[in-house]
């Protein structure tokens, strides 16, 4: 579990609307210090939960370049930041550089490490916790040729045409349309996608059941807006729609959003997840090979 820990009260000496994790809040700031009022007490209730459940289960188990380009929105990784998280950023991503060769660095990864160091405040405990992403959870998503993450957008596209037929037909018009529109949503695993609190819930469950959870949330999320997106025209009205409905009072109320990604998707079972992983991984290596 990701525990949500308070970043130090910076706020005073600035007229910048903050939140607690030190993100700048230009347009929302009053709909989302009001969503937190209401939400602080279902927070409480889910530590408790999950206090309960680690008592009981200690080991929770399922039954460069781009440096400065992390959250440069966010007061913590300005250069002049102290405790200077940007360098204990640099030393998660070197560390884990050596940790797993066969990954290294992929762009993406400096967001993930960033969010977890935001959380943690540590740097053992955000490597640990990028490692079972990456190496575990996210196998091949970070890989040189990110078979993983081709492979999961192939899916989501098989998955819709079954939850939502009018959007995959819809999306069946425009050849490698899910690569434009959700490659983001995977990479990063939504961080500057959905707002930062529904993020954090996303990746307790992320952690605690495995990638489907991905799939869950992309799949509300269309089928949410499927009637936005059907008035699409145009290719570029697609990937403008799939920018839009990330954002808004439906995916700010992260507790609301959570119930609705186990409930609007119905059944997904990790089984059909494996099975068409397995069906468009075996298409896309062949197709990468120049195979018929």
């Known amino acids: 579990m990701l525990e949500l820990q308070p970043a130090e009260d910076i706020r005073a ?3 910048v609307r903050i939140d607690a994790y030190g993100f700048e809040r230009r347009g929302d700031f009053d709909s989302y210090k009001e ?18 459940l680690l008592q009981e289960k200690p080991h929770v188990e399922k039954n460069f370049t781009d440096m400065h380009r992390t959250f440069p929105d966010n007061i913590l ?18 560390a884990y550089g050596h940790h797993n060769p066969t990954v290294g660095y992929c762009q993406g990864m400096n967001f993930i490490a960033g969010y977890l160091m935001i959380i943690t405040k540590d740097e053992e405990k955000s490597f640990w916790l990028m490692d079972a992403l990456v190496g575990r959870i996210l196998p091949d998503y970070y890989t040189p040729a990110m078979l993983g993450l081709k492979t999961d957008q192939e899916v989501l596209g098989e998955l819709v045409k ?3 037929p009018a959007v995959g037909q819809l999306m069946a018009q425009y050849p490698g349309i899910w690569t434009l529109v959700v490659s ?3 990479i990063c695993l939504y961080i ?18 495995g990638s489907k959870v991905l799939f869950r949330v992309a799949l509300t999320l269309i089928l949410h807006h499927q009637a936005e997106i059907l008035r699409a025209r145009s290719l570029p009205d ?11 009072a439906f995916t ?7 119930q609705k990604i186990f409930t609007e998707p119905k059944s997904l079972s990790m089984s059909t997840v494996d099975k068409l992983r397995e069906k468009r991984r075996q298409q896309i290596l062949k197709e990468e090979s120049g195979q018929p």
Not at 39 to 44: G, M, P, R
Not at 77 to 94: C, D, I, T, Y
Not at 194 to 204: A, M
Not at 252 to 258: A, E, Q, R, Y
Request: charged letters at 25%; aromatic letters at 14%; glycine letters at 2%.
């Open 13 to 15: 000496n600035t007229t």
């Open 35 to 52: 969503m937190m009022n209401q939400y602080v007490d279902v927070l409480n209730r889910r530590s408790m939960r999950w206090s309960k």
């Open 77 to 94: 990784f300005k250069s002049k930041a102290e405790p200077g998280m940007q360098k204990a950023l640099f030393n998660v991503l070197l």
């Open 162 to 164: 079954v939850k939502a």
């Open 184 to 186: 983001r949503w995977f």
């Open 192 to 209: 500057d996608v959905l707002p930062i609190e529904t993020v954090l819930r996303v990746w307790d469950c992320l952690f605690y059941e």
């Open 238 to 248: 697609v990937c403008e729609c799939f920018k839009q409905i990330t954002s808004g």
């Open 252 to 258: 700010l109320d992260c507790h609301t959003f959570m």
